[in-house]
């Protein structure tokens, strides 16, 4: 009896019931706007340039596997100083500073 009557119930409320409303959603559609955002100079990643000093000859330095001298350009930087260690770059109105990779390993050679 109760289970007519559950039954019962069930039918009368499932006339009277709406459907659900499912709404569209499309996975791909967000790929798309970041597929065809256009990218822009800002937007881009820039990569640092890496300076790597190898040697010290004198009055030449040795970086990234090139021989420069005070005043030629590294890259975008002018060599600016060679110190006993180390050397001083001049890159867009700042100093940056280039040493060798591990302290024991510099070979600094004099005439």
């Avoid at 109760?2 to 459907?19: H, M, Q």
């Avoid at 970086?63 to 890259?75: A, C, L, S």
Wanted: aromatic content about 12%.
């Amino acid at each position: 009896m109760k289970k007519l009557l559950f039954i019962f119930v069930i039918s009368t409320l499932s006339l009277y019931a709406k459907p659900l409303a499912v709404p569209h959603y499309d996975p791909f559609g967000q790929t798309q706007k970041i597929l065809s955002k256009k990218i822009t100079p800002s937007t881009q990643v820039r990569r640092k340039k890496s300076y790597t000093l190898y040697a010290i000859y004198d009055d030449k330095v040795n970086i990234n596997g090139n021989f420069y001298t005070v005043g030629e350009r590294v890259g975008s930087c002018t060599l600016w100083k060679i110190l006993q260690e180390k050397v001083l770059l001049h890159c867009h109105k700042k100093i940056k500073t280039i040493e060798f990779i591990r302290k024991k390993s510099y070979k600094r050679v004099e005439k």
